[in-house]
T-cell receptor
């Protein structure tokens, strides 16, 4: 079975450019999560979708960040304009229902470097 | 207050020895779930084991077991017979039920485990 798929795996861009990260959750999973991992702040939840609807975006750092889930099999995280402090590994994760015992399965991550 | 506390930033363990990674949590919710993830140097996050707050027995998955002490609010991960491939970062995480409809995981800061041959 295919796991969570993320693309690209690595992205290097210059400050001010638009960056789009993509995620395909595990088929049949109804919940999707975007995380950011940095050395300073650890693993932070950015936004959480359930049945394609954003439930909690309180972790989105600022208006430069936006996320969409147009259908059950695809989500994007966009940063516009990008800044050097956005450099991090961005993970997408999905789970079946989002319940207490529901395991989140992570994608391989996208390593973003903003110069 | 930190919801998940992992007090060991780094640990060095001899191969084949057992290792315990500490995790304490803070919640007033009677229903919650505790998870452990492994992050090797390649970067992916790998689910290891789950413990529910109402589970009567400690969870086990192969060489992994969870030493769940509810009164102490601790959920330590025990790895038996450690192997070189166990070298990685290990994260403890919790989900609380009173966030119904918003069941997000809260992660600890992690413990970097290094297995010495």
């Amino acid at each position: 079975d295919a796991g969570v798929i993320q693309s690209p795996r690595h992205e290097v861009t210059e400050m001010g450019q638009e960056v789009t990260l993509r995620c395909k959750p595990i088929s049949g999973h109804n919940s999707l999560f975007w995380y950011r991992q940095t050395m300073m702040r650890g693993l932070e939840l950015l936004i959480y979708f359930n049945n394609n609807v954003p439930i909690d975006d309180s972790g989105m750092p600022e208006d430069r960040f936006s996320a969409k889930m147009p259908n059950a099999s695809f989500s994007t995280l966009k940063i516009q304009p990008s800044e050097p402090r956005d450099s991090a590994v961005y993970f997408c994760a999905s789970s079946l229902t989002g319940g207490i015992s529901d395991t989140q399965y992570f994608g391989p991550g996208t390593r973003l470097t903003v110069l | 207050a930190q919801k998940i506390t992992q007090t060991q930033p780094g640990m060095f363990v001899q191969e084949k020895e057992a290792v315990t990674l500490d995790c304490t949590y803070d919640t007033s919710d009677p229903s919650y779930g505790l998870f452990w993830y492994k992050q090797p140097s390649s970067g992916e996050m790998i689910f290891l084991i789950y413990q529910g707050s109402y589970d009567q027995q400690n969870a086990t998955e192969g060489r992994y077991s969870l030493n769940f002490q509810k009164a102490r609010k601790s959920a330590n991960l025990v790895i038996s017979a450690s192997q070189l491939g166990d070298s990685a970062m290990y994260f403890c995480a919790m989900r609380e039920s009173f966030n119904f409809g918003n069941e997000k995981l809260t992660f600890g800061t992690g413990t970097r485990l290094t297995i010495i041959p």
